[in-house]
């Protein structure tokens, strides 16, 4: 994935402009909405001295910005509503990501919401036992080695959050993904592998409320459908890459 570029623009504005300034920038945020170039954007206000706000704008590259939005039918409409407050800029600038990034312990890793290596482990166990059963399925597996199921719980952990211990003892992504190398996967497997691995989250207890759920859904559906392609003929050999990690989607874990 591409790395995007963030724009931040640190504008000091009077205490008595601020109404106006705040609905400029509601009516100017529509042009950015209907950009293509633009990813996201927030307007912060300070705390500590409420002159100074922060617009942050996520670019899909600076070019993207220059070269694409400025140059574009959105650019004059959304400039028209900010002009009175450019003498207002005391810094705009664009910013590249660095390796430095994380999520605090303010938010829980979906592997501990989860319950850890022990809901994972449960959750193999239950789902393998379904998949060993299942007439569209078990000619898949028909060569399991026992400890295949406690590896896919060391995956999953490592996907969503947990230890590294897939990379460590296992080889990584790309260990995983040329176990699928002509396996030739139906979709119909696909679809079925989906719905017991739902079925084996019931079982073995994991959490249900929503917010997990769909970010739990949402990974299955990602790593299945990639390994019905890696499982074609027409399947090419991944660049090495670590184990990707999965966080909380739109929604963040509900805590009221």
């Given amino acids: 994935m591409t790395a995007h570029t963030v724009e931040y623009i640190r504008y000091r504005i009077p205490e ?17 909405a209907a950009a293509p170039q633009c990813v996201d954007y927030e307007l912060t206000r300070c705390e500590e001295d409420l002159e100074h706000y922060v617009l942050r704008i ?3 590259s600076t070019e993207d910005h220059l ?23 005391e810094e705009m600038r664009h910013y590249g990501p660095t390796p430095v990034r994380g999520t605090g312990a303010a938010t829980p890793t979906l592997y501990d919401w989860a319950g850890g290596e022990e809901a994972f482990s449960r959750l193999t166990e239950a789902f393998y036992d379904k998949v060993l059963k299942d007439d569209l399925l ?38 995983m993904v040329a176990k699928h190398f002509g ?3 139906t979709e119909a497997q696909r679809r079925r592998w989906v719905n017991l691995i739902q ?22 559906e990602w ?19 670590p184990v990707p990690k999965w966080n909380w989607g739109a929604a963040p874990p509900y805590q009221g």
Avoid at 21 to 27: S, V
């Fill in 16 to 32: 008595q402009q601020s109404a106006e300034f705040l609905a400029a920038y509601t009516r100017a945020a529509t042009h950015l």
């Fill in 58 to 60: 996520t670019w899909k």
């Fill in 67 to 89: 070269e694409g939005f400025r140059k574009s039918a959105s650019f004059p409409p959304f400039f028209a509503e900010i002009r009175p407050y450019v003498e207002n800029i």
């Fill in 138 to 175: 078990a000619p898949l597996f028909a060569d399991l080695p026992a400890e295949h199921a406690a590896h896919v719980a060391l995956w999953l952990g490592e996907v969503f959050g947990g230890p590294a211990r897939y990379s460590q003892t296992q080889g990584g992504h790309g260990h």
């Fill in 183 to 185: 396996r030739n996967i």
């Fill in 199 to 220: 079925d084996a989250a019931d079982e073995a207890g994991l959490p249900t409320d929503a917010e997990f759920r769909s970010a739990f859904l949402a990974y299955v």
């Fill in 223 to 241: 790593g299945t459908r990639l390994a019905l392609y890696f499982s074609g003929p027409d399947a090419k050999p991944p660049a090495e890459q």
